[in-house]
């Protein structure tokens, strides 16, 4: 379940919105975010996976590993939040770029507010 927030119903009557919608629920489906976005994600599991990062890479100059905990946390970031995630429909735009060209075409804004993701089994 997605919750998308828009300014006026007509827009969320709106065939283009109702498919915006069904695109993000079935990409939350298939690739499982873990957030919504970057501002989501706790200090301390950030803080974790800045250690491991550190361990795996111990030995290498201060400078280098400051580069590598960065890249590794901005992978991280596009594994784990939705609007970072790279569009399952088109792997060019994210799903942060995929809301903001249906802004500019639907004209008006709107903004992913929140998702839910139900897992029956293993």
């Known amino acids: 379940m997605v919750k998308i927030a828009c300014e006026t119903d007509f827009v969320a009557r709106n065939e283009a919105f109702i498919e915006l919608?069904?695109?993000?629920?079935?990409?939350?489906?298939?690739?499982?975010?873990?957030y919504l976005s970057r501002e989501d994600v706790p200090q301390d599991v950030l803080a974790k996976?800045?250690?491991?990062?550190k361990e795996q890479n111990a030995g290498k100059p201060a400078d280098i590993l400051d580069k590598i905990v960065e890249g590794k946390l901005e992978k991280y970031y596009e594994e784990m939040?939705?609007?970072?995630?790279?569009?399952?429909?088109?792997?060019d735009m994210t799903i942060q770029q995929l809301v903001e060209s249906k802004v500019a075409s639907l004209g008006e804004n709107m903004k992913?507010?929140?998702?839910?993701?139900?897992?029956?089994?293993?």
Do not use: T, W, Y
């Not at 996976?49 to 990062?53: K, R």
């Not at 992913?112 to 293993?122: A, H, K, M, T």
């Open 112 to 122: 992913v507010v929140g998702f839910s993701r139900l897992q029956i089994g293993e």
């Open 49 to 53: 996976e800045a250690e491991i990062v």
């Open 81 to 91: 939040c939705l609007l970072d995630q790279k569009f399952i429909k088109d792997e």
């Open 21 to 34: 919608a069904n695109d993000i629920a079935m990409h939350v489906a298939a690739m499982s975010p873990l």
